[in-house]
């Protein structure tokens, strides 16, 4: 559908808007109850409405909402995948910050020593930090996690990589 879709989630989606920056795709929050505020932002910034509120499908908006109606996260996320056809890419995964959505930076590993366990600074040589809120990631066990979450639940995963 879009290259590059951008999405705001309302706040009882916050697990699908994490899955989705997982994979590389733009997904903000809207922290507040979702209406016409959240609207006019999505408006604004161009981003896909992804909500459970049905009553959001009643209102005047020009853009795109989804109602996302499985409460399964696996559901969810093929469900959004079909929908708006996106791209499982190897190559943007793990590339946004799941705390808050910038876009992540690499940086070289004298800089996070003190960030990260030892254990983890002595057996990892690749960081990537956000430049908005300083979260470091690295390649280990939550990539791993997430890896086989994928592999089970969302279709044709394995072979879309």
């Known amino acids: 559908m879009l290259d590059n879709p951008q999405f705001i989630a309302d706040a009882t989606l916050g697990k699908l808007a994490k899955w989705l920056r997982l994979l590389g795709y733009d997904a903000v929050v809207f922290p507040k109850e979702a209406g016409r505020e959240m609207l006019r932002l999505a408006a604004a910034e161009g981003r896909i409405v992804l909500t459970k509120r049905r009553d959001m499908l009643e209102r005047q908006f020009s853009g795109c909402l989804y109602l996302v109606k499985d409460s399964d996260i696996g559901h ?66 939550h990539q791993r996690n997430a890896l086989q979450f994928m592999e089970k639940h969302l279709a044709n995963f394995h072979g879309r990589l």
């Open 76 to 141: 969810q996320l093929n469900d959004i995948i079909g929908k708006f056809s996106l791209k499982i890419d190897k190559q943007k995964m793990f590339t946004i910050c799941l705390r808050c959505n910038k876009k992540l930076r690499s940086v070289p590993a004298e800089k996070v020593r003190n960030l990260v366990p030892s254990y983890v600074f002595e057996n990892c040589t690749r960081y990537n930090q956000c430049p908005s809120c300083h979260n470091v990631y690295w390649t280990g066990t």
